[in-house]
């Protein structure tokens, strides 16, 4: 985890305390790729028969990492998952797809499994050379040792976090307890188009492949999906769920409409979400955490895009910083997308006080009782298109000087 700037205020209390998953083996060190004295890669090793769901970004200039996702991950099957900090591979040709085979081929020689077993993310500074010496050297150490916890591989993935990030549920299911466990890194370049920075999801609980993806996809639109700190995509981005068979069911997952599958997604779900909104929660200088629902709308999709152009305005996130009830600049966020909305029906509110209905002021509008909301650290802004039944919510954070900062001494 970066040292360098301040912890958000707006972390959790304390890192959870995430739970073992049985047929999962986690090992973190510092390789010096980039930070000194911080763990800087990890290695988790999986069980055989483990399944597995992969989403990347949909940027046009993607990591050599997540090219070689992309290549493997209909294949569905996983041993492991190998991460850096410090160092993205990004736009760095055919030297960072070399560096990714080579790792490749060191872990699948050491754990005796195929190479579209094993996973690979990096993240960090994008358009420097990795020097996968560094990490090939250390795939020995990580499988000897002895066995790391889940905060520290948490740590290990950060690069401008200001906190680490991490998340569990329990479901019962058939009678038994299945866990799911996440973690993820975020911060800055948070407009995710896909999931998020990285973010990795483990469960006991035995999904074939094909139902696997369906559920990750669905889960990621309604959390990664949902998340915006500066309208920045990564080169980076993936997340990836992991399914081991450590606890088998009596009756084996047919159909994505099962009884089963609904309490697992819920509790998926809440996991997903959970670490979409601490992502937000640290994106970089935030002080404020933001909520965006909008409703009534046509279609979910244009509910969407109302929230998104709002939260990703940076009008209406430094008005926020700046506790100033400038409701003009959501007016204006919403008013970008043109024809998709009526002006005289949209209505807004900010934490729960009625601003504007039908186009316009309400009556005895006063200011003074929404500059005393903006005090908060949690702000709400309600919307309302009134053009049909459709919703969707998209979580952001304020926009501050601190941002600035830490972007420009980023590489220093």
């Known amino acids: ?56 970004t949909k940027s046009s200039t993607p990591s050599a990492p997540v090219l070689w996702c992309k290549k493997i991950r209909n294949i569905g099957k996983a041993r492991a998952l190998i991460v850096n900090s410090g160092n993205a591979n990004a736009h760095t040709g055919k030297k960072g797809l070399k560096a990714v085979k080579d790792t490749v081929a060191h872990i ?3 754990l005796d499994c195929k190479s579209n077993e094993v996973y690979v993310c990096s993240t960090g500074v994008i358009g420097e050379f990795l020097n996968s010496d560094k990490i090939t050297s ?26 680490i990030k991490g998340s569990k549920k329990n479901c019962r299911i058939d009678g038994k307890n299945y866990k799911i466990v996440g973690i993820a890194k975020g911060s800055g370049m948070i407009f995710p188009n896909m999931g998020t920075m990285l973010a990795f999801i483990f469960t006991d609980f035995p999904i074939p492949k094909r139902i696997l993806n369906l559920l990750l996809k669905e889960a990621v639109e309604k959390s990664f999906n949902s998340i915006t700190v500066d309208g920045d995509t990564s080169t980076s981005d993936t997340c990836l769920l992991f399914s081991l068979n450590s606890s088998p069911l009596n009756k084996s997952i047919k159909s994505i409409n ?29 002080s404020k955490f933001i909520t965006i629902n909008v409703k009534s709308a046509k279609t979910y999709k244009i509910a969407k895009e109302i929230a998104l152009s709002v939260a990703n305005s940076s009008l209406v996130k430094t008005a926020i910083a700046g506790e100033d009830p400038n409701w003009g600049r959501i007016i204006m966020a919403i008013g970008k997308l043109g024809s998709s909305v009526i002006q005289d029906k949209i209505s807004i509110s900010i934490n729960k006080v009625k601003i504007t209905y039908n186009g316009a002021l309400v009556n005895n509008y006063k200011e003074e009782d929404v500059v005393k909301k903006m005090k908060s650290k949690n702000i709400e802004i309600d919307i309302s298109v009134a053009t049909g039944k459709e919703c969707a919510t998209v979580w952001t954070c304020d926009l501050t000087k601190e941002y600035i900062k830490i972007n420009a001494d980023y590489r220093s």
């Open 138 to 163: 250390s795939i020995p150490k990580l499988i000897k040792q002895k066995e790391s916890s889940w905060k520290e591989v948490a740590e290990s993935i950060c690069t401008t976090d200001t906190f």
């Open 1 to 56: 985890m970066s040292q360098k700037f301040r912890k958000s205020p707006l972390a959790p209390k304390s890192f959870p305390d995430l739970p073992y998953i049985k047929g999962i083996k986690l090992s973190a060190i510092h390789s010096g790729i980039r930070y000194r004295d911080k763990l800087d890669l990890s290695l988790i090793t999986m069980t055989e028969k483990t399944n597995v769901a992969c989403v990347v």
């Open 108 to 110: 699948a020689k050491n």
């Open 258 to 286: 099962e009884d089963r599958i609904e309490l697992f997604r819920k509790s998926l779900d809440q996991v997903l979400q959970d670490l979409a909104k601490q992502i937000v929660c640290d994106g970089e200088g935030a």
